[in-house]
Structure formats: C-alpha cells, structure tokens
C-alpha cells in the first residue's frame, strides 16, 4: 500500500502520523519460521538482510510491512547508507557489512498474523495487535504512531528526518494500491553552501547549467553536490558572469570531488554564497538540491 503527496499534514481525530523513514520498504512474510522479504517491485531481497529476516517470534506466522533503515554518521536514517548494502548477494561481503552498516527494520504494518488475514481490519486494529508483539529486544521495531501530525512535523524537521506519513485510522489495507487513506508530506530544507565550481550545458563552455558547492566544516569545505534544479535563463547568465573572474585550476574542496562530477567543470575560487532547498538533512550529499538565490550578505567566513 503506498501513501499520496500532499501539501499539508491532515489534522482530526481520524488520523495517526508515523516518521517518514528515508530506507528501504519491504513485505516480510514469515511462514514455518522461514522469513521471505521482498521489494517494492516483488524481488527477493532475503540475502542482503540475514540480520532483519531471522525471524524474531520463531514458528509464529506473520506478515509485516515496514522500512529497513540504517544510521548515518550525524544519527539519521539515510537511503545512501543502504547502497552500500541493498544490491550485494555474496554472503562474505553481507556478513562485513551486517557489522559494519547495521541495519533495523521499522515495522510500521501487521497483515497477517497466526494465519489470520488482518488487511481487511482498520488501520488503528492492525497497529493494536503488532504493539502488543514482543518485538523491543529484536532488530525489528515498531515505530510510535502519533495523534497530533503538525507537532510531528515539527519535530521531524528540526532533527533532519525525511517528513511524515499520516495514515486515515480506519484505512484498509490494500496491497500495490496508492492511497487518500495514506499521505506523505517530505520536508524541504534551505541552506547556504559556497560555490567551489560550475558545469556548462552540454554542447557549450560557456552557458552554466550547475553548480559545485560546498560546506564550511572545521575540516575545511566539504563537497556536498551538484545543483541544477532552478538555474536558468537570466539566471544562469548572473551566476556565469559573477563566477568568471574567480576562475582558477584546481577544485578548492579539501575532500575529493568524484569523478562523475568534477569532468568538464570550471573551478572558481570559494568566494559566492547560495543559498539551496534541499531534501533532508545530515546527508554527505545534497537530496533533489534547488537553487535558491545569491547571498550577497554572507561571505564564506560568516558560515558555521
């Protein structure tokens, strides 16, 4: 069952609100004792999870829907983290990992329990019987639900998590369906980053398409990515001609630019300031960057 976009957390009594995981979703269908989980496109993805498909309540037959998550280094579930792990098979490399990038499933729906079928009960009925599952001790977890969704937005974007799914309580479950019983609400996040580079449009050297930008970190600027998105036309003319005389040979970032992104582009000295929505936080990476405008007021030294 998937969550519809919308543009405001719902508010009533007829709604519970859950965090909006940044992970992985899965179906865990446990029968004999043997989990089997699977992908939102139905692949077996049982291999690259040993730790979250070893069954946590033994021969009990159940189904769960939940998120697999893993932490970043500032604490936060990221989706990148999981890359390291989501595609790989090879039991040696999984085994590292499992140490290395631990990861929690957050299980957020019971469909099936004890070989009764549970999706045709209200939402509120799921969720009582899987809070009352002995799962706290397990790599499962059962994530809060809350009734007040505007208090959750809040508090989800002042610790950088991704937003909230809010969820009618007396909502179906209906498998492959995309739902106004379900809606998800992500936060956009504005920050200021300083320009270390540009990448023309492809075709041209001198029509600017992108911008490099970087974090002002105690271990010097950080690249955090490329952004594209809301750089055009008169725009993109300002940000060429104010980058020009900054021109230099070398990239300025202290961390290494990878190469995907630092062939074809033009280095400036890290003297411009922009400002840029982003999809989250406490990412080494800016997710679905916008450009926002030119911070006149700020130089690179005035940044935390």
């Known amino acids: ?3 519809s976009k919308t543009d405001r957390v719902p508010t009533g009594a007829q709604w519970l609100h859950e965090v909006k995981w940044d992970g992985v979703r899965v179906l865990v269908d446990v029968r004999d004792g043997v989990a089997r989980m699977t992908s939102r496109n139905d692949n077996d993805v049982t291999a690259a999870w040993p730790e979250l ?9 159940l189904m769960v829907d939940g998120e697999v998550i893993a932490l970043n280094e500032r604490g936060v579930p990221d989706f990148r983290v999981l890359q390291h792990r989501m595609h790989l098979r090879n039991a040696t ?3 590292r990992l499992v140490r290395t990038v631990p990861a929690t499933l957050m299980v957020f729906d019971l469909l099936r329990l004890d070989g009764e079928d549970l999706t045709g009960r209200p939402l509120e009925e799921r969720r009582a019987v899987l809070e009352e599952l ?3 001790e397990s790599t499962w977890q059962v994530p809060p639900a809350y009734h007040d969704g505007e208090m959750l937005f809040a508090a989800t974007l002042q610790q950088g998590l991704e937003g909230v799914v809010s969820k009618r309580r007396s909502s179906r479950y209906r498998f492959d369906h995309r739902s106004e019983d379900w809606r998800k609400l992500a936060h956009r996040h504005r920050g200021s980053f300083v320009v270390g580079g540009w990448r023309p449009q492809v075709g041209t050297t001198d029509r600017l398409a992108a911008l490099l930008v970087g974090e ?3 271990d010097g600027l950080l690249y955090r990515g490329r952004v594209g998105s809301g750089i055009a036309g008169a725009t993109s003319k300002r940000l060429a ?5 900054l021109a230099r040979d070398t990239a300025p970032f202290a961390d290494q630019v990878p190469r995907v992104d630092a062939a074809g582009t033009f280095w400036v000295e890290p003297r411009v300031v922009v400002d840029v929505d982003t999809h989250g936080l406490g990412y080494e990476r800016l997710r679905q960057p916008s450009f926002q405008g030119v911070r006149d007021d700020l130089d690179p ?3 935390p």
Request: glycine fraction near 4%.
């Open 53 to 61: 498909s070893a069954a946590p309540l033994g021969e009990r037959d």
């Open 1 to 3: 069952m998937l969550a």
């Open 301 to 303: 030294e005035d940044l």
């Open 93 to 95: 490399e999984v085994a």
């Open 216 to 218: 002002q970190t105690p």
């Open 241 to 245: 001609d104010l980058l020009a005389p």
């Open 134 to 136: 002995p799962l706290a």
